[in-house]
């Protein structure tokens, strides 16, 4: 089934941390909102901060110098390690940036290859280019890699022969518009894959909790271009003071020790009680995916998680995703897992 027809009947009335109420019943999330909410929905500290500049500012700014913005983008790279960060609204958009740096670095619109099965966003660029996939994953000089944290739709983490091959890419661009911002345990995916060091790194979705805001972080040569080509790289809303609050809000949670410590006990509970999934699972951190015999079973399980009160992600492929807020309390988290688990052995029963 589409992703419209599966969830378009569902109505998303109010939402707080792990917690959806729809029609006047509560479900638990186990989506953030398709990974987006990682800190929880309507976290405090972003609601204020986003709260406090819609007051003072309103949402635009374009083209003038903005306070907020200089501090975020400062702060951004302190907690990043990227020597430069440029803001952009979407996934795709930042996607397509780092695209045009690549190109302005040098290298044609045929060098552009990803990795099989990959996703990088419903614009032309990463729909038309990136989705020339290097099925071999020989990767040469002449080639920029553009290289997803996992593969979305299986939560597949590379292996490191792949990787290594990468490697040899003239120019790696890491996609963590999905798998950043703490999604698997660690600030970025690719801090997983043994000296993997990307020139480029492209985010959104938690960047912002969900308030759209995207970046792509760069090094290097990479970090030149968009420093010298600044203007021609702006537009209408990116950096505006919301996406900028919203984003300094989650920068800051992400400094605090103890946020991660418990995100890390979450991700534990998660990952040790997938283990009694009757299908194959993959995942680190607070992602994963069960591997479902085909799409239809998968589309049966979502829908049946959703009848008990559950709500996890439906890939339109033989996979059921779970990405709940790193915030997640440990009950819900709980009673979740119990409600997946019952869904998935009686589907295999
Ligand atoms: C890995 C990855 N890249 C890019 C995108 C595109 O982001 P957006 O939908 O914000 O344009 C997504 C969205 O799901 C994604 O998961």
């Not at 009848?307 to 979740?336: C, Q, R, Y």
Request: charged share 20%; net charge negative; hydrophobic share 40%.
């Amino acid at each position: 089934m589409k992703r419209t027809d599966i969830n378009s009947q569902f109505r998303w009335d109010e939402a707080q941390n792990a917690t959806v109420w729809s029609a006047g019943r509560k479900y638990i999330d186990f989506t953030s909102g398709i990974f987006a909410a990682n800190l929880g929905h309507n976290n405090d500290a972003v609601l204020d901060a986003v709260l406090d500049a819609i007051c003072k500012t309103g949402p635009h700014s374009y083209s003038y110098g903005l306070p907020s913005r200089d501090e975020y983008l400062k702060r951004l790279c302190a907690w990043s390690g990227f020597e430069h960060a440029h803001l952009f609204t979407t996934g795709s958009e930042a996607v397509e940036a780092a695209m045009r740096v690549a190109w302005i670095v040098g290298y044609g619109a045929d060098d552009f290859y990803g990795l099989p099965g990959s996703f990088h966003g419903k614009t032309w660029g990463p729909d038309k280019i990136l989705l020339r996939f290097n099925d071999a994953c020989d990767f040469h000089q002449k080639d920029v890699a553009v290289v997803e944290g996992y593969r979305g739709w299986d939560c597949h983490f590379w292996e490191p022969e792949v990787i290594e091959s990468v490697r040899c890419a003239g120019l790696i661009i890491a996609d963590e518009v999905q798998s950043g911002f703490g999604r698997t345990g660690k600030k970025f995916a690719f801090e997983h894959y043994k000296d993997l060091e990307p020139d480029m790194v492209v985010t959104g979705k938690g960047q912002g909790n969900g308030w759209p805001v995207s970046a792509v972080l760069a090094r290097g040569r990479c970090a030149e271009v968009l420093r010298d080509n600044a203007d021609e790289f702006s537009s209408t809303h990116g950096g505006n003071p919301v996406a900028c609050a919203a984003g300094l809000a989650v920068v800051d949670e992400f400094e605090q020790e103890h946020f991660w410590s418990n995100a890390n006990i979450n991700a534990m509970i998660l990952q040790s009680g997938l283990q009694q999934s009757p299908y194959p699972v993959n995942g680190k951190g607070m992602v994963a995916a069960v591997l479902m015999p085909d799409a239809k079973t998968a589309d049966r399980v979502v829908l049946k998680c959703r009848a008990k009160g559950l709500l996890v992600v439906h890939t339109g492929k033989a996979s059921v995703k779970i990405g709940p807020p790193l915030t997640i309390p440990g009950k819900e988290l709980a009673e979740g897992l119990e409600i997946l688990m019952g869904v998935l052995c009686a589907t295999a029963a």
